[in-house]
């Protein structure tokens, strides 16, 4: 008998690993597309508003909270970022675009 849930035990803990790594490999991806999404939000966004505002606008601790309204000005009325010299390359909207979408998921 306790062969058997030894077995048992063993089997249940073989079949957790791979599901622990594929989560661990989630969490490692989304960490990078909020990095990448930063790293634009940091460029193109923080630059124009730390130059008018005299503060950074997003930080990694808030950009998750401004998702919807940067989506709204960035894609949907096309507002944001203002002037030539700032526009986003499609590298960089699809960045952005990754990281919102990654926010549906979590």
Request: net charge positive; aromatic share 8%.
């Amino acid at each position: 008998m306790r062969l058997i849930l030894l077995i048992i035990l063993a089997i249940f803990d073989l079949s957790l690993k791979p599901s622990y790594r594929k989560s661990e490999g989630l969490n490692h991806q989304i960490n990078n597309t909020k990095q990448d999404a930063f790293s634009v939000l940091n460029k193109k966004c923080n630059y124009c508003h730390l130059d008018k505002k005299n503060r950074s606008v997003f930080t990694l601790e808030n950009m998750n909270i401004f998702a919807e309204a940067i989506e709204h000005q960035v894609f949907v009325k096309k507002k944001m970022p203002k002037g030539r010299k700032n526009k986003l390359t499609l590298t960089e909207e699809k960045m952005l675009r990754t990281w919102i979408e990654s926010l549906d998921k979590t």
